[in-house]
C-alpha cells in the first residue's frame, strides 16, 4: 500500500454564493507527481492554498505528509514548497536577493542547498544580479520554483507554473519537475493545458469545484466511450454547426482548425458524412478517424449527465 502524501476527505469551500470546492476527495502517494486538469475557475488555486495552509476548508479534512493542515500548520509550511500561479517574489530584489531571503527565512542558505536546486539555478545564474521584475517569463518561473526548493520541501505545490510562458519554456519546465520527482518529491501541479496531463503520473479533471475523474492520462483516454472523427474544412465556424445537425452525432468540438466529431455508433459512415458537407457547400473537406485525447474526455465528462 502507497505512503500517502496528501489525504483530501470531503472538502467544501464557499465564497459567499460561490461554491469553489464541492465535496471533494482525494489520495497522493509519496513521490508522485500528480496533476489538476482544468479551466480557470474550476478550483484549483483554492485546493492549494487550503493544501499549503493559507486557507481553511468549510468542511472535511486534509492532510500533508501526516500533518492536519489545521492543528499542524506549522509543520507543513516547513515541509512544503509552494509556487503560486501569480509570480509573488520581490521585484525589486535582484535573483541572488530572492534566493538568500527565502534560504534565510527557513534557516538555511543557498550554499547549503545548492545542489538541490543547481539544474535549475543554473539557467539563470548568469542573471543573479538582474532585479526579479526585469526577468522573462521563462527566467521568473525558474527563480519561482527555486525559491521553493530552496529549504529542501518533502512535496511542492505549484499553481499553474507554466500558464505564460512560451512552448520552449513550458517544456523545460516539466523536464525540471521530472528530476525533482526521481529525487523523491511529491509533487502536485495545476494545470489549464490539457496537453501537459500526459506528463503527470495520475491527473485529476476538475471542473466547477468537482472531481470529475482521477486516473492515469492512459486509463482516462482507454475508457473514453465514443467514436471519434477529426473534420477540416474552409470554414470552421459554418462547419461546428452544421456538423451538429447531422443524424447520430453526440458532440462537437473545435479543436484549433479542425472539429472533432463524437458519435455512439462505432460504424460511421464517413462517405454519407463528406457527402453531406459537400451538400453544405463545404471545401476542402478532410475526415479522418482520430484517437481521443485527455481533452476530449474532459469535454465529455463534462457534458454527461
Same mark, same amino acid.
Given at each position: 500500500?502507497?505512503?500517502?502524501?496528501?489525504?483530501?476527505?470531503?472538502?467544501? *469551500?464557499?465564497?459567499?454564493?460561490?461554491?469553489?470546492?464541492?465535496?471533494?476527495?482525494?489520495?497522493?502517494?509519496?513521490?508522485?507527481?500528480?496533476?489538476?486538469?482544468?479551466?480557470?475557475?474550476?478550483?484549483?488555486?483554492?485546493?492549494?492554498?487550503?493544501?499549503?495552509?493559507?486557507?481553511? %476548508?468549510?468542511?472535511?479534512?486534509?492532510?500533508?505528509?501526516?500533518?492536519?493542515?489545521?492543528?499542524? /500548520? *506549522?509543520?507543513?509550511?516547513?515541509?512544503?514548497?509552494?509556487? @503560486?500561479?501569480?509570480?509573488?517574489?520581490?521585484?525589486?530584489?535582484?535573483?541572488?536577493?530572492?534566493?538568500?531571503?527565502?534560504?534565510?527565512? $527557513?534557516?538555511?542558505?543557498?550554499?547549503?542547498?545548492?545542489?538541490?536546486?543547481?539544474?535549475?539555478y543554473r539557467q539563470i545564474e548568469p542573471f543573479k544580479t538582474r532585479k526579479a521584475g526585469?526577468?522573462?517569463?521563462?527566467?521568473?518561473?525558474?527563480?519561482?520554483?527555486?525559491?521553493?526548493?530552496?529549504?529542501? @520541501?518533502?512535496?511542492?505545490?505549484?499553481?499553474?507554473?507554466?500558464?505564460?510562458?512560451? %512552448?520552449?519554456?513550458?517544456?523545460?519546465?516539466?523536464?525540471?519537475?521530472?528530476?525533482?520527482?526521481?529525487?523523491?518529491?511529491?509533487?502536485?501541479?495545476?494545470?489549464? /493545458?490539457?496537453?501537459?496531463?500526459?506528463?503527470?503520473?495520475?491527473?485529476?479533471?476538475?471542473?466547477?469545484?468537482?472531481?470529475?475523474?482521477?486516473?492515469?492520462?492512459?486509463?482516462?483516454?482507454?475508457?473514453?466511450?465514443?467514436?471519434? !472523427?477529426?473534420?477540416?474544412?474552409?470554414?470552421?465556424?459554418?462547419?461546428?454547426?452544421?456538423?451538429?445537425?447531422? @443524424?447520430?452525432?453526440?458532440?462537437? $468540438?473545435?479543436?484549433?482548425?479542425?472539429?472533432?466529431? %463524437? $458519435?455512439?455508433?462505432?460504424?460511421?459512415?464517413?462517405?454519407? !458524412?463528406?457527402d453531406f458537407l459537400v451538400k453544405m457547400q463545404h471545401k476542402s473537406v478532410e475526415i479522418?478517424?482520430?484517437?481521443?485525447?485527455?481533452?476530449?474526455?474532459?469535454?465529455?465528462?463534462?457534458?454527461?449527465?
Amino acid at each position: 500500500m502507497p505512503v500517502k502524501s496528501v489525504h483530501v476527505q470531503q472538502v467544501t *469551500k464557499r465564497f459567499g454564493e460561490t461554491l469553489a470546492l464541492d465535496d471533494i476527495s482525494f489520495d497522493v502517494a509519496r513521490g508522485e507527481l500528480f496533476g489538476f486538469i482544468g479551466p480557470d475557475g474550476a478550483g484549483k488555486t483554492t485546493l492549494f492554498r487550503i493544501l499549503t495552509t493559507l486557507l481553511l %476548508a468549510d468542511t472535511g479534512t486534509c492532510s500533508v505528509e501526516g500533518h492536519d493542515v489545521v492543528k499542524d /500548520y *506549522k509543520k507543513i509550511r516547513k515541509i512544503s514548497g509552494y509556487m @503560486p500561479g501569480k509570480f509573488s517574489l520581490y521585484q525589486d530584489l535582484t535573483v541572488e536577493e530572492n534566493l538568500n531571503f527565502f534560504a534565510t527565512i $527557513f534557516g538555511t542558505t543557498l550554499e547549503e542547498n545548492y545542489d538541490l536546486i543547481k539544474d535549475i539555478y543554473r539557467q539563470i545564474e548568469p542573471f543573479k544580479t538582474r532585479k526579479a521584475g526585469k526577468l522573462s517569463g521563462g527566467m521568473k518561473q525558474k527563480l519561482a520554483l527555486s525559491c521553493a526548493m530552496i529549504h529542501k @520541501p518533502d512535496i511542492l505545490f505549484l499553481d499553474e507554473p507554466t500558464t505564460g510562458v512560451d %512552448a520552449v519554456s513550458r517544456l523545460e519546465f516539466w523536464e525540471m519537475l521530472k528530476r525533482l520527482k526521481e529525487a523523491g518529491i511529491t509533487i502536485l501541479v495545476s494545470t489549464p /493545458y490539457m496537453d501537459e496531463a500526459s506528463l503527470c503520473d495520475r491527473v485529476a479533471l476538475i471542473q466547477n469545484g468537482r472531481i470529475m475523474t482521477i486516473s492515469t492520462p492512459i486509463e482516462i483516454i482507454h475508457h473514453y466511450p465514443l467514436s471519434l !472523427l477529426s473534420v477540416k474544412a474552409g470554414d470552421i465556424y459554418k462547419l461546428l454547426g452544421e456538423l451538429r445537425s447531422y @443524424p447520430g452525432v453526440h458532440s462537437v $468540438f473545435a479543436f484549433g482548425q479542425t472539429a472533432h466529431v %463524437a $458519435f455512439h455508433d462505432k460504424n460511421i459512415d464517413t462517405g454519407d !458524412l463528406s457527402d453531406f458537407l459537400v451538400k453544405m457547400q463545404h471545401k476542402s473537406v478532410e475526415i479522418s478517424p482520430v484517437e481521443a485525447t485527455i481533452e476530449d474526455c474532459f469535454m465529455e465528462l463534462m457534458t454527461a449527465p
